[in-house]
């Protein structure tokens, strides 16, 4: 029997164009954007659509604006008989994943992921923190580099385990700094600085963790009913009171996307579907697996080759 999840993108997916074709071949698609366009108080869709994408990529924009196009992807699918067995998201996609699984309205996560977006942008000055992607190096041996890092005063912490010999490190600008270097000396094969507007999924982050707290406590939420995994335990989020924890911790703590990728596995999934813009999910899940069949739905020959593909699978 075939399994499916669909798993979301996070923040770095965004581009300009992103949904568009799809909302021109489809006509109630076009209310997820006008809907975004009404909460927010200002035109997401023609960011989305005509940038500039310097504009599309700050992270208060960035959110709304990839929350939207993956929950237009998914309903889409869903519409045409694709359903999931269960949903995942990479960060900010976590939130695209609880609105398919019916926890929280669209416009209510449009809502709550802009202020996600403010509020990180908030809790640390720019160019104070950084993030850099570390391959070739094993966790444990990283996080030993990032606590020799933090002993020193600065701040040095994982924060996206992505797949076997990709990590996210997140942190001070000069514990990055420190921890690239030190990471190469350790032999880690390479140290990327990436760029980004803060330390996301560090404890920097605290100060917006403890205000999306207020914010979540407006929304209504529900038991889903397709199940979530969950970014930072890699279990099954299953109740409300867990599904606000898990947004009130994932700010700050660590994404465990190969753990998240392996539960699912676990789980009997063999099918998994990037509901978004870009790739960087699916090529993630090969990196995990091999054996996985992946597929990324962005435009309208995508979505119509995993609408094909969906009617040869035994999902009953």
Not at 220 to 229: E, R
Request: proline share 4%.
């Amino acid at each position: 029997m075939t399994k499916i999840a669909f798993i979301f993108p996070g923040q770095g997916s965004q581009q300009v164009g992103m949904g568009a074709e799809l909302v021109a071949v489809n006509e109630n698609s076009k209310a997820f954007y006008n809907q975004a366009d009404a909460v927010l108080g200002f035109s997401l869709s023609k960011l989305m659509f005509e940038g500039p994408q310097e504009e599309l990529t700050l992270t208060y924009n960035a959110q709304p604006a990839l929350l939207t196009t993956g929950v237009m992807i998914a309903r889409q699918l869903m519409d045409a008989g694709v359903k999931p067995d269960y949903t995942a998201g990479h960060s900010l996609g976590e939130y695209s994943a609880f609105v398919a699984s019916n926890v929280l309205t669209f416009e209510e996560a449009v809502q709550v992921v802009h202020k996600r977006g403010l509020y990180m942008d908030e809790a640390v000055p720019a160019g104070e923190g950084a993030m850099a992607a570390i391959l070739g190096m094993e966790p444990t041996e990283l996080q030993q580099v990032c606590e020799d890092v933090s002993a020193t005063g600065e701040v040095a912490q994982l924060a996206n385990l992505n797949c076997p010999g990709q990590i996210v490190i997140s942190g001070t600008k000069a514990g990055i700094e420190q921890a690239c270097a030190l990471a190469k000396e350790r032999g880690a094969k390479r140290a990327i600085p990436l760029t980004v507007s803060g330390p996301f999924h560090s404890t920097l982050m605290q100060p917006a963790a403890e205000k999306l707290a207020d914010a979540i406590e407006q929304v209504d939420f529900k038991v889903p009913s397709i199940p979530v995994v969950s970014n930072v335990t890699s279990t099954l989020l299953e109740d409300v009171e867990a599904i606000k924890q898990e947004m009130i911790d994932q700010v700050s703590s660590p994404v465990q996307w190969e753990q998240n990728v392996r539960t699912l596995m676990d789980l009997g999934v063999t099918v998994f579907i990037e509901c978004g813009p870009g790739k960087v999910l699916s090529g993630l899940v090969k990196k995990i697996d091999r054996g996985a069949t992946v597929y990324g739905v962005y435009d309208e020959a995508t979505m119509a080759q995993v609408i094909e593909a969906s009617k040869g699978w035994n999902t009953q």
